[in-house]
């Protein structure tokens, strides 16, 4: 019933930026963090960025801090990432996710959208 879906994925040539969306449907609960994640090939899946569910806490993995911009829209459901002066290692298959407020398994994923950077 839960479904994610992710958006805005593509081939960006690197230094240039992109917006990720990702919208959930068929939670039953109400209060909950959304993040994202990356896999690179022949690499583990790692954090990207997460928000809470009132947007008040932000959190970004020290690979994108300074580049990254986590944000959502509450009442959609939906959850953003900006991220500027891409590179190369920023290629990667991205996935949205989300759990439960207060509690840090991340209990739903979504089926991921691949992000391609060219030099």
């Known amino acids: 019933q839960v479904q994610l879906v992710e958006s805005g994925g593509g081939l960006v040539q690197a230094g240039g930026s992109l917006r990720l969306s990702c919208t959930a449907s068929g939670l039953t609960f109400s209060m909950y963090a959304m993040g994202w994640f990356r896999q690179a090939p022949g690499k583990e899946r790692e954090f990207v960025a997460s928000i809470s569910w009132s947007g008040g806490s932000r959190f970004y993995a020290i690979s994108v801090k300074g580049r990254g911009t986590i944000s959502r829209d509450s009442a959609k459901n939906t959850v953003y990432l900006e991220m500027n002066s891409l590179k190369l290692e920023d290629t990667a298959v991205y996935y949205c996710?989300?759990?439960?407020?207060?509690?840090?398994?991340?209990?739903?994923w979504g089926q991921g959208t691949q992000v391609t950077v060219s030099s």
């Open positions: 996710a989300v759990r439960r407020a207060s509690v840090t398994n991340w209990s739903y």
